[in-house]
Each structure stands twice: as structure tokens, then as C-alpha cells.
């Protein structure tokens, strides 16, 4: 008999064009059809085995036959691109040597051509001839009432309720608040009335993390309510520092943690004369040349100082207040609800280069406060080994000089920038004993810890001007890989 699971596998492969061997080969048997022995001395790619054999008809057409059977297991048709001339000689072939021929050639299903076995008609072979037809009654239909036809008899299956969706209502980002969404009262369920569904906002959520978090001294860098690195490292320091884990998802203990340290994530704050009138600038040049020519490289916007002052990203606190104009004075905000700082003295340093991290310990080396850091880059990096605190400088000049620093565009004189919190070292220096290296703020506070810096330690300006009140000069700070 034929093996079944040899013919699963021949006829996918038959169609994908992998049964193609080449025709120069031998054949295996003897008892092979005139028209493959003819067709094999011929350029063709056709494929012989013991358990099919493969013809090409007059049209060109691949036929696969079982071997032992005579049954036609697939037919390919010929590729469009296939040279006629060759198909020409394939149809004389056929005629010469008495090959088969299809029924309707051009059909999408070819009609079955007569059975052939080993070449010759299969009727000639009685005992692999086909069984006879089974007569139409041979099976009796069954009764009646095992297929009624009463209403009700075949239950229809439950159809998927469509649901039509709302028109989205455009509103700012909640604050956190739980926010109750009522059921679908047009299809109540089938056990009674259903309550209402809690749903949290998940920017609201983290931002309640990154606050607790900014008020234990593991500051999470710019406050904006999404995860980062920044918040798997502060999470970590938070555990050095108090001794508790914390987990993201842990919505009750940081609740709690936010009562006890200050009260809820947000506030609100009003527009002050004082906030709107500045002083501020246009827009901050990229080239240091065109920065010293500035008197001050002040805030460009009242939104752009009250983020950095409320440690917050300036795009979520716009998000956070979309009908806001922060020019007015007297406008009334939603703004972080900030801790105090720390105020515990520092007496080592440690810029971990690997996490990207400023540690701050104290006199029993215990950790008081860490902060995100850009340190150093691949072409800048940052010095080796152990340094001390030399001086500390709030809202400093920069001076950039070429010779000893970087070079920064085609500027190749010595220049003295400005100060302000959008100049190159933000609005805090605290420089380090090795020259030209220090600590200091940036003017980008939500590329901390994603970007590189020049060699420097960079930190946000509100936690460089922490650290700068809990150092003194001859603080080390040792850099670690």
C-alpha cells in the first residue's frame, strides 16, 4: 500500500516547487512510462521515486501520480513566464509517445485524467483498480426524529454585543483622584445592578511615586509621571536611605508616604507680578559665542521657572493646565506638591557612572540623598578616582575656553557666558579639585541621566542647589565605574 504520510508531505512540496530534481539522474527503475524514459533525455526537471512518479503534459503542466495507485495527487500549471518553444516540444512529445492529455486545460480545477500506472492505464492492473461506486442506499437515511424540525429545536448561539463607543471628550490630566466610570445601562446584567468601575490615572499615580520619592532625598530628576531608569535607581535609594522597599505599584504605602511627608501629590499655586515680570529672555542661542553677548541667560517663560521651581517637566505641568496663561498674574495653577530639602551635611560623594547617579552620605556614612547625573561621554569623560569639593559658586559665570575644553563650534577664542539657569552649567557650580571638572545644574533638566555631558557631573538646578547647601569645601567625591 501507499504510504499516506509519504503523499502528505509530496504534495505542499509539489506546489512549492521543491520535488524538482535534476532529470540527468538515473532512473531508479526500469518500469518507468514512455514519456518520462522520453522526457528524461530532454533538459527537463522532473522528479522520479518509488512512490510517485511525475509527468509533464502537452500544456506543460506538472502531474504527480501515486506510483502504486494511478491517482493523480497534484497538478502544477506552468509558470507564466515559461519558454513556449519548450512547451511546443513537450505537446509533440506527448502525441509521440501515446502521454495522457487533460480535460479543459485552461479550468481553474483540472477535470482527473485517466489513472496510469507505471505508464500504462490502470485497468490493466485489476488489483489496484479502483472499489466499485457504493450504492445509494447502502446507507438509509436516518429517522426522522433525530433531526426535528419543531421551532426551538437548535437553540442559536449568544451574538457578541456591539458596543458603540462615545465620542471622546478631550480634559486635562486628573490629579489623581479616583474617577468612577458608570455601567452600561442599556444591557444591565443578568445577577442585578452593577457598580460602578474605578479607574486611577496612571500618570497621577506615578507622579504621587516621583513626589515621595523627591521628598525622601531620592530624587527621580524631573517630575512628569512616567518610569524610567531615573525612578528604578531613586526606588533603590529610597531603600538606602530609609531602609523600606518601595514598589511602583504599592498605591496604599505611597498614599500613606505622602500624607506623612507633606500631604497629596498636587497643589495649587497662584501667579504672582512677580512671576510674570521676569526678567526673561527671547530664546537661548546654541553657539557660546552668540550666548556671551547676552546680559543674562534667564528663563525664556513663566511656565518654563514655575516647572524647574516646582521640580516638574514643563510639558506636564502645560498638560496639567491646558487653559492656563501663565503670563497672568493672579492665574491659579495645579503644580507639584514639592518637600522640603535636606538638610543633613554631606561629607562624601560618590558619581556612580554605571547607574547615573549622585550618592550624598553623612558623617557615619549613612545615605542621605542621591540624584540622577549626566557624568562624562565616551569623547569627555570624566575624571578617575578620588577629588575634593573646592569651592562653590550659585548662579556663576562660565568661561569657555578652548584651549583647555572643549571646542564648541567654530568658536576658538576664550569667552566669558553670562549667568542664569539656561547657561551652560545652570545656576550652580560646585568645582572639584581637579581643574575645569565640577558639579554643576543644566539648563535641560529632562535630559538627565539620558544624555552625555562635557566631562562634568551634570544635575538638575534644584538638586544641584540642594547639594550645594549640604557641601562645604574638602567634601571627596569619588568617581565609580
Not at 97 to 117: K, M, N, S, T
Request: proline letters at 10%; hydrophobic letters at 35%; aromatic letters at 8%.
Amino acid at each position: 500500500m501507499v504510504n499516506i504520510a509519504s503523499k502528505a508531505l509530496i504534495v505542499p512540496a509539489l506546489f512549492a516547487g521543491f520535488l524538482a530534481v535534476d532529470a540527468a539522474a538515473s532512473p531508479s527503475s526500469g518500469n518507468i512510462s514512455p514519456i518520462t524514459a522520453a522526457a528524461a533525455e530532454m533538459p527537463l526537471r522532473l522528479a522520479q521515486s518509488g512512490d510517485v512518479e511525475i509527468y509533464i503534459d502537452e500544456y506543460g503542466r506538472r502531474v504527480i501520480v501515486d506510483s502504486f495507485t494511478g491517482e493523480v495527487l497534484g497538478i502544477q500549471r506552468p509558470r507564466q513566464n515559461r519558454d513556449y518553444r519548450h512547451m511546443r516540444r513537450l505537446r509533440e512529445l506527448n502525441r509521440d509517445q501515446g502521454g495522457f492529455l487533460l480535460e479543459d486545460p485552461d479550468a481553474d480545477i483540472p477535470y482527473r485524467p485517466r489513472p496510469y500506472y507505471q505508464g500504462r492505464p490502470a485497468e490493466e492492473y485489476p488489483e489496484y483498480s479502483r472499489q466499485p461506486d457504493v450504492p445509494d442506499d447502502a446507507f438509509p437515511d436516518a429517522p426522522q426524529e433525530v433531526y426535528p424540525d419543531a421551532p426551538g429545536a437548535y437553540p442559536e448561539e449568544p451574538q457578541p454585543r456591539v458596543v458603540t463607543r462615545e465620542p471622546i471628550e478631550r480634559q486635562p490630566l486628573d490629579d489623581g483622584h479616583v474617577v468612577r466610570v458608570p455601567p452600561d445601562a442599556s444591557s444591565p446584567p443578568a445577577d442585578g445592578p452593577k457598580e460602578p468601575a474605578v479607574v486611577f490615572s496612571g500618570k497621577a499615580e506615578v507622579a504621587g511615586l516621583q513626589v515621595l520619592l523627591d521628598r525622601k532625598g531620592a530624587s527621580p530628576g524631573v517630575i512628569d509621571g512616567h518610569f524610567g531608569s531615573n525612578v528604578d535607581n531613586a526606588l533603590a535609594a529610597y531603600r538606602d536611605i530609609t531602609g523600606q522597599n518601595l514598589h511602583s505599584t504599592d498605591t496604599e504605602t505611597i498614599k500613606k508616604g505622602l500624607a506623612e511627608t507633606g500631604g497629596d501629590t498636587f497643589t495649587t499655586y497662584t501667579i504672582t507680578p512677580e512671576d510674570a515680570a521676569g526678567p526673561f529672555v527671547a530664546s537661548v542661542p546654541a553657539d557660546y559665542g552668540s550666548k556671551a553677548k547676552l546680559d543674562r541667560l534667564s528663563y525664556t517663560s513663566v511656565s518654563e521657572m514655575l516647572a524647574e521651581r516646582f521640580h516638574m517637566d514643563e510639558a506636564y505641568l502645560k498638560a496639567l493646565n491646558p487653559e492656563a496663561v501663565f503670563g497672568r498674574p493672579g492665574t491659579v495653577i495645579k503644580v507639584v506638591n514639592i518637600g522640603t530639602d535636606v538638610q543633613t551635611p554631606v561629607t562624601r560623594i560618590i558619581a556612580d557612572k554605571a547607574k547615573k547617579q549622585v550618592r550624598a552620605y553623612d558623617a557615619s556614612g549613612k545615605l542621605v540623598a542621591a540624584y540622577p547625573a549626566t557624568i562624562g561621554s565616551s569623547d569627555t569623560p570624566s575624571p578617575s578616582g578620588t577629588h575634593e569639593v573646592a569651592r562653590i559658586a550659585f548662579n556663576p559665570e562660565y568661561t569657555y575656553n578652548p584651549n583647555i575644553n572643549f571646542k564648541q563650534g567654530n568658536n576658538d577664542k576664550i569667552l566669558t557666558i553670562p549667568p542664569g539657569p539656561n547657561g551652560p552649567v545652570g545656576s550652580i557650580w560646585i568645582a572639584l579639585s581637579k581643574p575645569t571638572y565640577g558639579i554643576h545644574g543644566t539648563p535641560d533638566p529632562s535630559k538627565i541621566g539620558k544624555t552625555e555631558s562635557h566631562g562634568c557631573v551634570r544635575l538638575t538646578n534644584w538638586d544641584a542647589a540642594e547639594l550645594a547647601k549640604l557641601v562645604k569645601p574638602g567634601v571627596t567625591v569619588q568617581f565609580t565605574e
